[in-house]
């Protein structure tokens, strides 16, 4: 078995982890008490870090990363450029079409007098809840990242920020868990069949 396989085999088992434990979490509470919960667990420290882990998800890593690809990787650039646009114009035929009326928190729950905990100076949206799209832009963007390290304790580490870009699009009230749950897995298993249809035949020994 290649290093980049066995990397795969990591990031899946990290992948499965996250969605027992989100799915788990979103069949036993109700949507209230789900919030509720995650939105209780808040500080200032807390409100500022997931900011910053949230922002680099979507645009900011992904194109650095990009760069690097570029420079030092090139037998990974055209896989990485196809899942960026396949991941991405799922997500949004999604939340523009299929789910185009789900609701976000805030909206959701409008209405209904719960004093929310919300980050100053961030804009809450209200539309397109379903999927998460900062989610699965990071688990589509660790998924090759993983694969550049090459290494499996860089491998649990970044699945941990891409878990944590996950829960802050939960903290920061903008998603649902569920949301976040369908979001990685569009993020890594369009990934997943595009390396598994691009790469070298060396790398699926």
Known sequence: MSPRNKVVIYYLSGLIFFEGVVLTYVFSFERLDQMSLINSFNSPGADFLFKIITSGAEITIPILFLGYLIWKKSDLLKSYVISYIFSTVIVQFLKLVVFKDALRPLAYFKGQGHAWHLVQNLLINEYNSMPSGHTSAAWFMCFWISLVAQKPI????????????????????QHFPVDTAVGAMIGTGVSLLVYYVNVSKSDLK
Request: glycine fraction near 0%.
């Open 154 to 173: 860089l491998t649990v580490l970044i699945i941990f920020y891409a878990m944590l870009v996950a829960y802050s699009r939960v903290y920061l009230f």
